[in-house]
């Protein structure tokens, strides 16, 4: 048994060494506990062929009882797998993946394959000696309400399922009813079979009424916020509305403000403004359902009428996106037109047509209406020089230029999302979301759709995304369950996603800050505000635990029970790196835990071999990664640094948004250590893969050190 005396108490440490799946045979077992015992250090080391088995599991749970085992390291599969056989909540557990990341991939019965194994267990006995259970941060009174902005269909539905849980929900409209763009249409897409006509407008209606018998559902119509503060389980809001200010705290917000339509006098090729008959389908769906009067219009009397798709949309000009209803609206509306008007013909011009799901039965119906012409083509001209309008159109699937006289020309424009600077957030970093490029709510848009970067905070429905009503019912039907999910979390000091169940949170040493706010700038997630001077005041419920202001903090006061400076620089300590004599470089790996890590584990899986002379350190998120732990790896004599991280841009994303980014901008700072150490720039390699990309693993590995031969041995070794 290990038995240290530390400033945190005496640790007794259980190292339990599986032989199966492979690991038996690929490293000396024996030898492992002798170098382990031969330094000076009692070890309860004890081996067995399947430790997740109920025997194996057993042995365990009896050294806790009767050794008092409190700090255990698993050395077997890799942590990602069997998290519930080796579930020890009162024990600091940590995981040494020898089957995925050595069994696997490296030589059986080397002497290297057995050197990196002695040097894995060296860095996790230096861990768990540096680090201690988390302690959750849980405040008093935490409140179980949640808000919802916006009273369309998709924050009828979050506002109906959070309540039908059993939550109490406060919605804020800011109109004087309920029901947003939905309540405006007479028929919606086709939902039922066979899916050949659309269907009368019930729905609303429907969930109004439904609304009006929970009792734990509050209603503020003609509502604005005035402000927001807090973080989840105490957000603190201000509601604005004609009488008077009221003051709730909730647990979580949804935020489902819906959209507006994309602002047609910005349309100028389209001839918008320059004739009441041309107008776009918001303008053409009010005369349809005759809530607004156009004397100049008798749809009743029109012989020709061209739709226009894409109108503005899928346009670098204007929107460079699909908003996914356009299409099945214009089908609607022509199929409105054609039985209000038997004689009208329908022209749709487009450029592609989508019709996701359901909606492509209803398009293959309307084809057979031998007075809608269909064609993909390019609008050349509209002419509004003669009474009635023509347009030519170039491209068409008939080969030739078409030139088409109408009586009337509706654009099919895009959607825009809501502004969300309404929410008047009170933080740091601005009133709304962090928006995408397109304006809507900045999230993990692959793995985390509905979470935005405000912890407890979700968006559902067209402010999120562009979506038909029944995409927005499921849309804030999961928003509603990711925000139950974030107050009962709350409520256990319990982090969400990615790192779900996480009970550390950063702690400040603030004697020591200099209050250069990198931390509350550069964290994603806006857990920092700030004081007059600059100083962190943290939040720790709206944190993800991501570590990224540790890895900004040129001080190093911050820091996680189980995660942090000297933790890590523990680990990169507790290696004795070979000489140069030797000629066995030694290469320290940071490895995202979320995409980089898996994707070695699948390398592992795939038997991709890879060099045996790395070392590697998970870490939360490449972003987390602080400068200190580069100098103290060069100091300590490693030969260069892999930094691989989760891969950025439109395309892929970092699981904590920004980390990646991060690191790449770091790099000056990176240079200037080198510079510092006069160490070359190629010691240190920055790495970004997606999941996916295992099978570029070895090649990332060989390759760098390839680059570390040319450059030599790192001079530090030895000293």
Known sequence: MISISMETGQRNIGIYVCTGCGIGDTIDIEKLKNQVTARNISVNFKEHPFFCSKEGCELIHRDIATQQVDHIIIAACSPRVNQ????????????????????????????????????????SIAKVNSISSPQPYIKDNLSSGILVVGGGISGLTSALEAAKAGYTVYL?????????????????????????????????????????????????????????????????????????????????????AG?????????????????????????????????????????????????????????????????????????????????????????????????????????????????IFFTKGDLRQIDTSDKNLSIIVDNTLLGESIKINTDLIVLATGMTPSDSSELNLTYRQGKGLPDLKYGFPDSHFICFPYETRRTGIYSAGCIRAPQTIQMCIE??????????????????????????????????????????????????????????????????????????????????????????????????KALNIPDVFEEKPRILVFLCENDAYPAFDMAGLKRLGYSPFIRIIPVRCIGSVNQVWLSDALSHGYDGILQIGCKPGEDYQCHFITGSELTKTRGENIQETLRTMMLEPERIRTEFLEITEYERIPDIINDYLQTIEKIGPNPFKGM
């Open 84 to 123: 519930d056989v080796f579930n020890f909540p009162d024990e600091i557990l940590e995981w040494v993946n020898f089957r995925e990341q050595l069994s696997w991939c490296m030589k059986a019965k080397d002497e290297d394959t057995q050197l990196l194994a002695e040097d894995m267990i060296r860095m």
């Open 172 to 256: 804020v409209e800011k109109e004087n009813k309920l029901g947003g763009w939905a309540s405006k249409w007479k028929y919606l897409f086709p939902e039922e079979l066979p899916f050949d006509k659309p269907k009368l407008t019930e729905i609303i209606d429907e969930k109004i009424r439904k609304l009006e018998k929970y009792k734990n559902i509050h209603i503020f119509l003609e509502s604005t916020l005035e402000s927001v503060s807090g973080e989840p389980g105490q957000f603190t809001i201000s509601i604005r509305n004609k009488q008077s200010n009221k003051q709730i705290v909730t647990g979580a917000i949804i935020l489902a």
């Open 259 to 371: 959209w507006k339509p994309y602002d047609a006098s910005k349309l100028e090729e389209y001839s918008f403004g320059q004739s009441g008959k041309i107008m776009t389908q918001i303008e053409f769906e009010e005369i349809l359902n005759e809530e607004k009067n156009n004397v100049e219009i008798d749809l009743k009397k029109i012989n020709n009428i061209v739709f226009i798709q894409c109108a503005g949309s899928r346009d670098e000009k204007h929107l460079p996106y699909c908003s996914n209803t356009c299409c099945p609206t214009t089908l609607k509306q022509a199929w409105q037109l054609r039985h209000m008007n038997k004689d009208a013909n329908v022209y749709i011009i487009y450029k592609d047509l989508r019709t996701p799901g359901k909606t492509e039965f209803f398009y293959q119906e309307l084809q057979k209406d031998e007075q």
């Open 475 to 572: 849309d804030s039907t999961g928003a509603a369950l990711k925000a139950i999910q974030c107050i009962e979390s709350t409520k256990r000091g319990e982090s969400v996603h990615p790192r779900s169940g996480d009970k550390s949170y950063p702690v400040l040493y603030l004697p020591r800050c200099t209050d250069c706010k990198r931390c509350t700038e550069e964290c994603p997630f806006g857990a920092y505000d700030e004081n007059e001077k600059g100083t962190p005041l943290p939040n720790p419920a709206r944190c993800r635990r991501c570590g990224i202001c540790m890895g900004s903090c040129p001080e190093r006061i911050i820091s996680f029970e189980d995660y942090s400076i000297h933790s890590v620089s523990s680990m990169i």
